[in-house]
T-cell receptor, first 114, second 113 residues
Framework: SAVISQKPSRDICQRGTSLTIQCQVD?????MFWYRQQPGQSLTLIAT?????????ESGFVIDKFPISRPNLTFSTLTVSNMSPEDSSIYLC???????????FGSGTQLSVL | KQEVTQIPAALSVPEGENLVLNCSFT??????LQWFRQDPGKGLTSLLL?????REQTSGRLNASLDKSSGRSTLYIAASQPGDSATYLC????????????FGKGTRLHILP
């Protein structure tokens, strides 16, 4: 199993600013992902964080808005840039050794944009 | 396009009852299916993972079944307890995109003491 520490747990931000969310895993994981969960909705995959290379983004998400870093197999960051109220959501990171094994999640970041 | 549906969206049952949560998916070509639990303000905890070649998995009072051909999975919770109150999500992994998992919207379960 893996334990993922995610921070901050919540933040309130002003429109136009940026917030960086960090996830630290207690062991090396092959795969790391970033999700968004809007109120009453399911999880939507933002991107796959690739170690040492650019992240793979899903349709509707772009690098300029959600830059992602993954410098090694235990750490990743997601930045929400130039925020607007529509970005208010829960952001979750996850990681695992492969899709044939369980996926582990951080505790989430509750973001509110005023 | 794979879609995952969970019914009901919310469920309240008295403590001690056995209950079943349902999950359906539109494309039977899945790699595996996972059931997760999410507590308010928290991340997700993986409960059970069923590979596409398996029919069921059990962990304690939880039993998950998978019928790929009909696109269905159920999560059975025996002898429910107030601590089981949470949102339960199912998710399927896609074999042709080995980095993608599709989630349902979840079932909010409330166990009445």
């Amino acid at each position: 199993s893996a334990v993922i520490s995610q921070k901050p747990s919540r933040d309130i931000c002003q429109r136009g600013t940026s917030l960086t969310i960090q996830c630290q895993v207690d062991s090396q994981v092959t795969m790391m992902f970033w999700y968004r969960q809007q109120p009453g909705q399911s999880l939507t995959l933002i991107a796959t964080a690739n170690q040492g290379s650019e992240a793979t983004y899903e349709s509707g998400f772009v690098i300029d808005k959600f830059p992602i870093s993954r410098p090694n197999l235990t750490f990743s960051t997601l930045t929400v840039s130039n925020m607007s109220p529509e970005d208010s959501s829960i952001y979750l990171c996850s990681g695992g050794q492969g899709l044939d094994e369980k996926l582990f999640f951080g505790s989430g970041t509750q973001l509110s944009v005023l | 396009k794979q879609e995952v549906t969970q019914i009901p969206a919310a469920l309240s049952v008295p403590e001690g009852e056995n209950l079943v949560l349902n999950c359906s998916f539109t494309d039977s070509a899945i790699y595996n299916l996972q059931w997760f639990r999410q507590d308010p303000g928290k991340g997700l905890t993986s409960l059970l993972l069923i590979q596409s070649s398996q029919r069921e998995q059990t962990s304690g009072r939880l039993n998950a079944s998978l019928d790929k051909s009909s696109g269905r999975s159920t999560l059975y919770i025996a002898a429910s307890q107030p601590g089981d109150s949470a949102t339960y999500l199912c998710a399927v992994a896609l074999p042709y995109r080995d980095d993608k998992i599709i989630f349902g919207k979840g079932t909010r379960l409330h166990i009445l003491p």
